[in-house]
């Protein structure tokens, strides 16, 4: 049993690793850090490994012995979050309009007040209902006793189709917004891009679970993994860059029959390079904290910062490494001031919880070879 908890406990400490690989990436893309077509490879992983993710943090529940997450748990710890972040930030965008500062208007208050009532989603909060949806579709097929791989062939097909659907009718949420998002036609629209985002993560969840069964393989051969890692890295950006710009927020893809196993190999390299690095405090610090990182990161205007430092005071620097360098500082100390704020038990409540848990500390894990 010892040796269970070591191991349970070391696979919960390489899914922080991997959760920390995510929130880098998604820094990295909104903080427009790679310049040109080098964004590509990055924005095509980020979305997909974070609903891989999911699925990897779901199969270590089961495995370590615990309750399957229900629908009322994975409430409390995506549609509370989403619900009251969004609230903080319409309250912040009124005062703005109010203040009639630059690019801020009722029409656009409205239309956040539209995306948040209808689960679309506020900036980047799009994807905790859609998180939701995944867990909930996960967990109703579980409970009516399907099987893993019939679950797996169905989700696989709907969104194989689905994609299809787009590639061939040249459609994308963009043109279909252009074609009305107005009145009644909007909101349809947007509970319709809820529930194909939904699909979109329910098949990158059964990802997720795939890749949890390689843990014991990935840790019995390292080095011929870790360059299997580096080969997928390296094929997923080439092809990344040749496929060009993509936004699976917005399923805006022109070629899926590359960019689908991209994406999948972007997430199974991570995967890999997470059992292989075992523990980097920092990027194990990022994913300890990813929901709170995430949201803050956006939704309270940490990159925004930024980004306005950057523009205001170094735009003129003459050394532009050096500019990024400072850049990534004034950002990496305001994600820190917003983590230790919201992790604080007085606001556990905004995630869902009554308290936050006690991080683990280096000394809690045995090694395990």
Known sequence: MGRMNSLSERKKRHLELYAGLWII??????????????????????????????????MHIEEAGG???????????LLMPYMWFSLAGLVIYSAAVMLDLKDYTVKGLLENVENAATFYGNNGLWILPSAFLTIAVRGF???NGMAFNVRGAIITIMFAGFCGLLYFTGYNSERIFDVGSAGA???????AMVIWRGMMGAFFCFIGELLYGMYDI?????????????VLLAGSTALAIYTGEMSWEDFSFGKPIITVPAAVAVAAALYILSVWVDTIPPVDFAGRHALIIYIC????GAVYLSYNAY????????????????????????????????????????FGYRTFEKPMVEADYDTYD
């Open 25 to 58: 990436m998604y820094l990295v893309v909104t903080c427009g850090i790679y310049p040109g077509k080098m964004r590509y490879p990055v924005q095509l992983g980020m979305v997909p490994v974070v609903f891989s993710l999911i699925g990897l943090k779901l």
């Open 67 to 77: 309750d399957n997450t229900g629908i009322k748990e994975a409430a409390k710890g």
């Open 141 to 143: 097929a579980k409970r």
């Open 185 to 191: 036609a909007g909101v349809f629209i947007r509970l």
């Open 218 to 230: 990935i840790r019995k051969k390292k080095l011929l993994f870790v360059i299997l890692a580096f």
């Open 297 to 300: 990161a956006y939704e309270f």
């Open 311 to 350: 523009v205001a005071v170094l735009a003129n620097m003459h050394n532009r490494f050096a500019a990024s360098c400072v850049h990534a500082v004034v950002l990496i100390v305001t994600i820190l001031v917003m983590v230790l704020i919201f992790r604080r038990k007085e606001l556990s409540f905004l």
